[in-house]
Structures are given as structure tokens and as C-alpha cells.
């Protein structure tokens, strides 16, 4: 039986995944988040394609672990930028010094992501689930997108979710000042705002051969959520985890996106892991879209020139 289309995400998720023989011998790879789950496992698989990485890590002590673990195993160079992603200065920081140090870009992949139950506001008065899932990926992409044009063939992925069918964005309450903070929605809020922003970077990128696209990494065993309290973390790892896969899965996907021929110039979609889908269509609206653009600029300090 042939699901209606907004439920064609089931049975997708069930398809043969692609994969591809495709190498990334020395192209340069910027990573999120690849101290744990999701992220791990694509920076195993992009070293083991021989990919150049550069991991963008808060925590000194895992990021060191990591980079010596990939290469020793793998025998190919990772650098670390360190830099909290939950932070504005931050997310700078971290791009001058990718700035001033790479002169080419082959790949971006923005995976680091956070769920709350709690509203928690970051440093600079944002939510932080909004904060850490979108705007930090958009400030990230926006300053290094002139490398990537440079650099071209290249290519960002930005690590979205199905969780952006939830819904929750509300641009008369990013802050969630009015609301009750509901944790899913919030997640789903940041998602949806993400994926309006490819569509918008995508019509921005057509013809510089910079391709942006967006993934559902899969329903995985990560410490995603891990943060919250103590029913959270119980539903979790005693309920949920059975029916989690591997994120292995996602390290494939995430590779194959990153390194397919095939998909040189595929840009302005969503994939579920390697099927490309249709998202919600609230997600769709590009009117939204350029709203959530113009809001995200200003909330990152960024000029429509940047
Ligand atoms: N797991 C799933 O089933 C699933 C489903 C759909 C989408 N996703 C998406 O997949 C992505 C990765 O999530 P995951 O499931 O792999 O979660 P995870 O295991 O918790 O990993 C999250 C990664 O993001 C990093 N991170 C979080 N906040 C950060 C910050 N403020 N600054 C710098 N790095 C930060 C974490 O660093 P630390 O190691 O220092 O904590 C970690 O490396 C997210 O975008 C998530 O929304 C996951």
C-alpha cells in the first residue's frame, strides 16, 4: 500500500540506501559536532574515504581523543578548532580561524544539534535549541560561503531532522517569551527554520557550483537529549533505544551526500538518509523563508552583504 505523501517518510526510511566508491582523498571537510553520535560516525567514514578534516568541537578532552583515534586508524590529517557553538563570539571565532587558515573548503557539513525539554536562553539571550541547531549553522555557512564559492565544486549539508514535521515555529515568539517551552516542538522549530534557510541559500547558490541540501540522518542510538532529566534520559535509553538504529547508518548517508558524483549538482533538497523526500510543507513557504532569513541575520549580527 503506497503511503499518502506526508507519510511517504515511513516507508523511506525503509528503502535500500545508496552508496557510493566515490574518494575524498585530501579534500578539506569542516564538521560539527563529531565528538559524538551522528557526527562520530561521519567523521569515521570521511576519514576512512581520506577526507582532510577539520572538526569544530567544544570539549578539548574529546576532541583531542577523537583526532588522535581517526588518525592512528585512518592515517589522515585532522585538525580541531575549538569553539562552543552555543555562543555568537564563538561561531565567529571559529569561522576567522577556518578563514585564516584553509585556504579551500571542499565540503561543510553542520551536524551539531541539541534537544532541550527546558527553555535554557544562551549567553546572548537565545534559546538555545534554536540557537545551536540554526542560527549557529546559518552564521557558520554565511561566513565561510565566499571560501566555498571560491573553492567550488563544493558543497554544505546542513544535519536537519524529521522533527521538523512537528512544527513550532513562530516568528511573533522565537524566544518562546509567550509560549510554554515544549521540548519538541522547540527542536521542531529549529529544524523547520533551518531547512526554510536552504531553500533561500539554494536559490542564493545557483550557478557558483556550491550545493546546499539538507538530511535526516535517521531515527539513531546517540546521546541526543542525554542533557535532560532524569524520565527524559530513562524513556531514552530503556524505551527508545531498542527501536534506534545504528548511527552508523547516518556516517554512510552523511558520506554519501558529501562525496556521490552523482549528486555534484543536486542542491535545494531534503534526504532521508539517501532518499531524497519532501518535507512538511510548512516547511515549504518561502515566504516564511525569506522572513526567517531577514530574523536570522539580525539575530547573528549578519548584513544581507555578508
Ligand atoms: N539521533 C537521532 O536520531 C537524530 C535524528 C534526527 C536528527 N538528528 C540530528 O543529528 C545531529 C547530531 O545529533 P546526535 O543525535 O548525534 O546527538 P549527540 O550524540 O548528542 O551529538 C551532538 C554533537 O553536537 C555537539 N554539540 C552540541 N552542542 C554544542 C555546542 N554548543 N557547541 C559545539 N558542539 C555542540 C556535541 O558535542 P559534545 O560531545 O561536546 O556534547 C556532539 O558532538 C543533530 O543536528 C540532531 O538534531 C539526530
Known sequence: MKLPEELQFISNARMLQK?????????????????????????????????????????????????????????????????????????????GKILG????????INNAGVHNTRRILTA?????????NHLASFLLTRLLLDRLIASAPSRILQVNSQGHRFGGLALDDLNWDRRRYKGLQGYGASKVAQLLTVWELADRLKGSGVTINAVHP???????????????????????????KDPVISGDAIYYLAAAPELAEVSGKFFNLTIEEKP???????????????????????????
Open 19 to 95: 552508496t557510493t566508491d566515490a574518494r575524498m582523498d585530501g579534500r578539506v571537510c569542516i564538521l560539527t559536532g563529531a565528538t559524538s553520535g551522528v557526527g562520530y560516525q561521519a567523521a569515521r567514514r570521511l576519514a576512512q574515504g581520506g577526507a582532510r578534516l577539520v572538526l569544530i568541537c567544544r570539549n578539548d578532552a574529546k576532541a583531542a581523543a577523537l583526532q588522535e583515534e581517526l588518525q592512528r586508524e585512518f592515517n589522515v590529517q585532522i585538525d580541531v578548532v575549538l569553539g562552543d557553538l552555543s555562543r555568537l563570539a564563538d561561531v565567529r571565532d571559529v569561522a
Open 101 to 108: 587558515n584553509y585556504p579551500r573548503i571542499d565540503v561543510l
Open 124 to 132: 546572548d539571550g537565545i534559546e538555545t535549541v534554536f540557537f545551536v
Open 218 to 244: 535517521g531515527e539513531v542510538r546517540t546521546n541526543i537529549g542525554m542533557n535532560n532529566g532524569f524520565l527524559y534520559r530513562w524513556y531514552q535509553r530503556y524505551l527508545l533505544w531498542w527501536i534506534l
Open 280 to 306: 512538511a510543507s510548512h516547511a515549504l513557504d518561502r515566504s516564511v523563508g525569506k522572513r526567517v532569513l531577514m530574523i536570522s541575520e539580525q539575530l547573528t549580527g549578519l548584513s544581507t552583504a555578508d
